[in-house]
């Protein structure tokens, strides 16, 4: 898995078996800082876009096969024991308005290279059948994280936020909510020259501006009822610049942006599901303190915690849901939610290379 953030790789060994899904062993790869430039310039129109996406694509997938083999070899696992690999490549653009989405990986190049099958391009079939492609991880949150009679909400807070609704009776449904990580890095980037703002520390040493916050609330997306799905598209700087005035303290943008963040996510975790009891926390955000002492705030009195209280630590859990939809897709079993992105029916995702 490698997310919108573009912080790295998460690599996960998992069992999504009778016994499963548990994580049996994993890895975080950083990207390489002149990949992770290129991937992101691809975010945009540029020149001879066709021949460096494909490029981009054969490097980052060497990338996860390193990522593999030495994960399997940490595990003491030979590669004849893995069914398959399920990689979601690295998303450049997302328009399925327009019918599409692009997720930069090379199958070929990973089932070669690992000699393992490999399941990809998981998201364009519920496009073509006029679904959003995102998000997928309901089904897999639906899977693992049910919790009886207890209404639940899990809450990925990865580069976009998207939530699961669980609730004891009745359909699960979800939706991307609004921004995650992708301006918190991206402003702290430029103001402070790290790649993210480590627990929240600096944001929270600013004061939230009501009236920026305001206008960032005012964005259509927030108003728009799902399904849908948002991008670095959606919620990119360009959004950002565009709402500010240009007299704002950079540390109260940050405090004003996480406030964002919390606001939009317990909205569509509570207000949206006002039996919401407990709410859960996973992707690398949750692992950012002030964001998640903001969320408390916002949630109570219902409880609040991460997915580590469930057996799936935080970072593991989006590539672990990508192991099991590649289980899905190798069952022969449908495994987008219709009713959270909106496609005409059940449809069987992903695309199989060979070993
Ligand atoms: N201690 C921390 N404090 C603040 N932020 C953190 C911390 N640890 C991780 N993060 C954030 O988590 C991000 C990585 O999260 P994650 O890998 O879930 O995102 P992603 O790759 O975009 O995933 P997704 O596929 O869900 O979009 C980092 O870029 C950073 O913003
Ligand atoms: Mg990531």
Request: net charge negative.
């Amino acid at each position: 898995m490698s997310g919108t953030s573009l912080d790295g790789i998460d690599v996960v060994l998992g069992d999504v078996g009778a016994a499963g899904p548990v994580v049996k062993g994993s890895l975080h790869l950083p990207l390489a800082s002149d990949l992770r430039a290129e991937l992101l310039a691809l975010n945009q129109q540029g020149n001879d876009e066709l021949r460096r996406a494909a490029l981009a694509a054969n490097e980052l997938t060497r990338s996860y096969a390193a990522g593999v083999c030495a994960l399997l070899a940490d595990c003491e696992v030979h590669a004849d024991a893995i069914t398959a690999i399920g990689c979601h490549g690295q998303t450049v653009r997302h328009e399925p308005a327009a019918g599409y989405t692009i997720q930069l990986m090379n199958g070929a190049l990973l089932a070669e290279l690992t000699g393992i099958d490999v399941v990809c391009d998981f998201r364009s079939r519920d496009v073509a059948a006029g679904g959003q492609g995102a998000p997928l991880v309901p089904a897999f949150h639906h899977a693992i994280f049910s919790g009886g009679a207890v209404h639940r909400v899990i809450v990925n807070i990865g580069g976009i936020s998207n939530v699961t609704d669980l609730p004891s009776s009745g359909p699960v449904t979800g939706f991307d909510c609004g921004p995650g990580n992708v301006l918190l890095d991206a402003w702290a980037q430029r103001h402070t020259g790290q790649p993210f703002d480590r627990d929240g520390a600096w944001g929270k040493s600013g004061r939230v501006l009501p009236e920026l916050l305001q206008r960032l609330l005012a964005a259509e997306y927030f108003q728009r009822l799902p399904p849908k799905s948002a991008g670095r598209q959606t919620f990119g700087m360009d959004w950002l610049s565009c709402a500010l005035i240009g007299r704002e303290e950079a540390a109260d943008v940050q405090a004003t942006l996480m406030e964002l963040t919390a606001r939009t996510i317990a909205d569509a975790a509570c207000r949206l599901s006002p039996q919401t009891g407990e709410v859960y926390l996973c992707g690398g955000g949750a692992r950012n303190v002030a964001l998640s002492d903001a969320l408390a705030c916002a949630v109570a009195p219902r409880k609040l915690a991460t997915t580590d209280v469930l057996g799936v630590s935080a970072e593991h859990v989006e590539a672990l849901a990508f192991a099991w939809l590649a289980g899905e897709a190798c069952a022969g079993r449908s495994a987008n939610l219709p009713a959270v992105t909106g496609a005409h029916g059940p449809r069987i995702l992903g695309a199989l290379y060979r070993a």
